[in-house]
C-alpha cells in the first residue's frame, strides 16, 4: 500500500469541487458539502487554505472547529480572531466572506442546526473534550 500524501489528497479534492460545481463526486468525502476557506494566518500574515464541511443558516456558511476530532481546534480559527475577512469558494461562487465566531447561546443553536444537518458531528464534542468553536461565514456580495 501506497504512503498517504494528504498534499496530493487536498489537490485532488479541489480539482474534482472546481470541476463539478463545488461538489465532491468520488473519494471519501464524495457528496458532503465542502467549501474552500482562505484566511490569512494570524503569525506569518500569509495566506492559509482550509477544506471545511458546512451547513446553512440563511444566505450564511456555518463551519465547526472541529479539527477532525482533535483536542485542540485547527489554527484556522486563531487566523480569524486575528484576521476575520476571508474568501470562500462554495459551489461555482467566490466571494469574500466575514467570519464571526459566535459564542453562547447562538452557538448551541448553529452546533444543533449543523449536527441536524450533517449527523456524523454529533460525537466531536464527546471526542475531543471541548466546545466547538461555530463559525458564521457571512458572504459580501455586490
Partial sequence: ??????????TALIADMRANDGAVTSGPLA???????TAVGAKSGQPRRSILTWSRDGADYIVAGTAGGSPTPPSWVANL?????????????????????VEGAER?????????ALPHFADYPKQTGRVIPMVRLTPVRD
Fill in 31 to 37: 457528496g458532503h458539502p465542502l467549501l474552500i476557506m
Fill in 81 to 101: 480572531r486575528t484576521n476575520p475577512i476571508v474568501t470562500i469558494e462554495a459551489g461555482n461562487r467566490t466571494d469574500e466572506a466575514t467570519a464571526t465566531i
Fill in 1 to 10: 500500500m501506497a504512503d498517504w500524501d494528504p498534499e496530493a489528497f487536498e
Fill in 108 to 116: 448551541d443553536r448553529l452546533w444543533a442546526q449543523h449536527v441536524a
